[in-house]
């Protein structure tokens, strides 16, 4: 069985930094794709950053420049590193990752249980 399991969440003032980590765990053979989300209360949820395999990343327009994610493939995990932090950025953050199952090798979407993260001062 696998799991991702995020940690990091919490309450800052704005401008201030979080960093978001999230470890898959279980009988992972290979993962192709990890990312974060985000969702607000009535919206849905969104992307805000992805990294393959390969290492190439994807920013969302809305946290360019602040945000950056980062990968250890060694460890199965990935991180979110979150400057400048802004009111607009309030949300439950979701850890996503693509893979595959060592028992069954069939790719699989899983989701995190998600973490809030409050920016208000």
């Known amino acids: 069985q696998v799991e991702l399991v995020e940690s990091g969440g919490g309450s800052v003032q704005p401008g201030g930094s979080l960093r978001l980590s999230c470890a898959a765990s279980g009988s992972i053979f290979r993962i192709f794709y990890m990312a974060w989300y985000r969702q607000t209360p009535g919206n849905q949820r969104e992307l805000v950053a992805s990294t393959t395999t390969a290492g190439s990343t994807n920013i969302a327009d809305a946290v360019k420049g602040r945000f950056t994610i980062s990968r250890d493939n060694t460890k199965n995990t990935v991180s979110l590193q979150m400057n400048n932090l802004r009111p607009e950025d309030t949300a439950v953050y979701y850890c996503?990752?693509?893979?595959?199952?060592?028992?069954?090798?069939?790719?699989?979407?899983?989701w995190g249980q998600g973490t809030q993260v409050t920016i208000s001062s």
């Open positions: 996503h990752a693509q893979l595959q199952e060592a028992a069954t090798m069939v790719p699989y979407d899983y």
